[in-house]
């Protein structure tokens, strides 16, 4: 095994070739190490093209070794048997079963006696460390080092934390040993869940809406676009592993800020399970992709004073009420492979509570948070949430669903709404 790569069996190409890196977790946490844990490098199928990933997300199937080498501790390398027919090598929990019989036959091969219970406590300790994607028909060959972030019975995720140069010749050893000494950059925000994501423009809201023109079921539309995504045909996207998908309910009280001219926008009581308020406040002055959007929680509202508490809090501004609604909103939460950003693909029905029974349909596409990854570029939000939605739109016109996509805002439709109960 080598950094080259032959993309179609006539010489090296463009394809990037990918090397799962299955270790013993002291490699990544402090841990008392394994007695005689191995190191296995295992070769993936290849990536076409020349793109490079901010992150990647590997299922069981997409694990299949196509060759599989040991690193040694002296940093050598020892090719394995390839296995007589196509294996994965990770099954969501641990190592493959119909691999570890594999290991069990290919590993003394290398010079590796050990006793049969051995050898299994010692594959026990393996799990997915490293994912290197070597570029090495480019002008400079050169890999990237992705850590292993999150794992789900489903799969697992990888973040990019480095890239380095190298001859387009370098072996597994020459690509392991540089990688390794990678591993731990932006160590705490790839091995701890909770420090993995960063959120640009604090407090600032940003989004696309398609409207929806024929009345369509969300529900279903929810799953043809979470099948769509799931499926590939949303391409550079992957479902967020563990959180694919989640659904909201909200009964609504609105109000619109008339005044002063910088503070216009809504402000809207959202109730809650345990008898208290939310209040979501944005400010923009018209429609557009980005809000300012903060929030007040566990309000107590006796008696749904909504008026009272807005007089009390905010005896500057001047509201007007709307009518209330509810609100169901279906999330498939996405990332971008590319860039590392995070996006909901989130169904909307709102349904107003005045009686009319109005009711409006939405798509929104909105940016949540970026994974921390080597390379981060929060000024590719905008260009990636506008591919996302341009995918929607296709999905929809697939489905013969006819939309207009744009910025309509609910405080738009709430106010064309009460225009058309005054008429």
């Known amino acids: 095994m080598t950094a080259q790569f032959s993309a179609d069996g006539g010489g090296i190409g463009t394809a990037v070739a990918r090397r799962l890196v299955?270790?013993?977790?002291?490699?990544?946490?402090?841990?008392?190490?394994?007695?005689?844990?191995?190191?296995?490098?295992?070769?993936?199928?290849?990536e076409e093209g020349a793109g490079t990933r901010a992150s990647e997300y590997l299922r069981r199937k997409d694990t299949v070794a196509r060759a599989?080498?040991?690193?040694?501790?002296?940093?050598?390398?020892?090719?394995?048997?390839?296995p007589a027919e196509p294996l994965a090598a990770w099954a969501g929990t641990g190592l493959d079963e119909a691999f570890?019989?594999?290991?069990?036959?290919?590993?003394?091969?290398t010079g590796r006696a050990q006793e049969a219970g051995s050898v299994d406590a010692a594959l026990a300790a393996l799990g997915p460390l490293m994912l290197l994607r070597t570029h090495a028909g480019e002008p400079q060959a050169h890999t990237?080092?992705?850590?292993?972030?999150?794992?789900?019975?489903?799969?697992?995720?990888?973040v990019r934390v480095a890239r380095f140069d190298h001859a387009a010749d370098a072996g597994v050893a020459e690509l392991f040993a540089s990688a390794f000494k990678y591993r731990t950059e932006l160590e705490d925000f790839v091995?701890?869940?909770?420090?993995?994501?960063?959120?640009?423009?604090?407090?600032?809201?940003?989004?696309?809406?398609?409207?929806?023109?024929?009345?369509?079921?969300?529900?279903?539309?929810?799953?043809?676009?979470?099948?769509?995504?799931?499926?590939?045909?949303?391409?550079g996207f992957f479902t967020d592993p563990g959180y694919e998908l989640s659904r909201w309910h909200f009964v609504q009280y609105n109000f619109e800020v008339l005044a002063p001219d910088d503070e216009v926008g809504h402000y809207a009581f959202q109730s809650?399970?345990?008898?208290?308020?939310?209040?979501?406040?944005?400010?923009?002055?018209?429609?557009s992709l980005r809000r300012i959007e903060t929030f007040r929680n566990g309000l107590e509202i006796s008696g749904e004073d909504f008026e009272g508490y807005l007089a009390r809090e905010f005896p500057e501004l001047s509201f007007r009420r709307l009518p209330g609604l509810r609100r169901t909103k279906f999330d498939i939460n996405v990332q971008s492979a590319?860039?590392?950003?995070?996006?909901?693909?989130?169904?909307?029905?709102?349904?107003?509570?005045?009686?009319?029974?109005?009711?409006?349909?939405?798509?929104?596409?909105?940016?949540?948070?970026?994974?921390?990854?080597?390379?981060?570029?929060?000024?590719?939000?905008?260009?990636?949430?506008?591919?996302?939605?341009?995918?929607?739109?296709?999905?929809?016109?697939?489905l013969g669903i006819a939309a207009s996509?744009?910025?309509?805002?609910?405080?738009s439709f709430l106010r064309d709404s009460s225009r058309s109960a005054e008429l």
Not at 100 to 109: E, F, G, I
Not at 144 to 158: D, N, S
Not at 194 to 218: H, P, Q, R, S
Not at 405 to 411: A, D, E, P
């Open 22 to 46: 299955l270790a013993d977790a002291a490699h990544q946490y402090t841990l008392a190490p394994v007695a005689d844990a191995p190191v296995l490098v295992v070769e993936l199928a290849p």
């Open 68 to 82: 599989i080498a040991v690193v040694d501790a002296e940093g050598g390398a020892s090719d394995l048997a390839v």
């Open 100 to 109: 570890v019989d594999h290991l069990r036959t290919a590993l003394p091969s």
């Open 144 to 158: 990237e080092v992705l850590m292993c972030t999150r794992i789900r019975t489903i799969g697992a995720v990888f």
């Open 191 to 235: 091995r701890v869940e909770g420090n993995a994501y960063l959120g640009y423009e604090k407090d600032i809201e940003i989004e696309e809406k398609v409207t929806l023109v024929d009345d369509a079921a969300i529900w279903p539309l929810t799953k043809s676009l979470w099948t769509a995504v799931e499926k590939g045909d949303f391409p």
């Open 272 to 287: 809650r399970a345990d008898g208290t308020y939310r209040l979501k406040m944005k400010k923009f002055a018209k429609d």
């Open 338 to 398: 590319t860039t590392g950003h995070c996006f909901g693909i989130e169904t909307d029905e709102i349904t107003l509570s005045d009686g009319s029974g109005r009711k409006m349909r939405q798509v929104e596409t909105e940016y949540l948070e970026t994974r921390r990854h080597f390379g981060m570029d929060g000024t590719s939000i905008d260009s990636e949430l506008s591919r996302l939605t341009s995918l929607v739109e296709a999905h929809l016109a697939d």
């Open 405 to 411: 996509r744009g910025l309509y805002s609910k405080l």
